[in-house]
Nanobody, 122 residues
Framework: QVQLVESGGGVVQAGGSLRLSCVAS????????MGWFRQAPGKEREFVTG????????RYADSVKGRFTISRDNTKNTVYLQMSSLKPADTAVYYC???????????????WGQGTQVTVSS
């Protein structure tokens, strides 16, 4: 059983930056794809970004391309999300997610963190 704990959320002004962290425990995440999702009030949870096991292949939702960067440190069992040029539309609860799949295109995520709130003020 893998547990994920996110941190780094908060309130930031539009145009600002935040860095989210996701620490995994209970099992190594190194062979598997990891991702970030978000859910805004009144909306469904949506995919934000994913990263393959080595960190050399990533994919992003169109809405965050060029502004967000996902990375991972397998020695620390940790995944990061660097968010820049933040917009009010980025306001949401951000969830770290993991899968036992290895293909980056997977839509099947098996375990989730509790989420961290990101609020972008205008």
């Amino acid at each position: 059983q893998v547990q994920l704990v996110e941190s780094g959320g908060g309130v930031v002004q539009a145009g600002g930056s935040l860095r989210l962290s996701c620490v995994a425990s209970g099992r190594t995440i190194s062979p598997y794809v990891m991702g970030w999702f978000r859910q805004a009030p009144g909306k469904e949870r949506e995919f934000v970004t994913g990263i393959n096991w080595s960190g050399d292949n990533t994919r992003y939702a169109d809405s965050v391309k060029g502004r967000f960067t996902i990375s991972r440190d397998n020695t620390k069992n940790t995944v990061y999300l660097q968010m820049s040029s933040l917009k009010p539309a980025d306001t949401a609860v951000y969830y770290c997610a993991g899968t036992y799949r290895t293909e980056l295109t997977t839509t099947m995520y098996h375990y989730w963190g509790q989420g961290t709130q990101v609020t972008v003020s205008s």
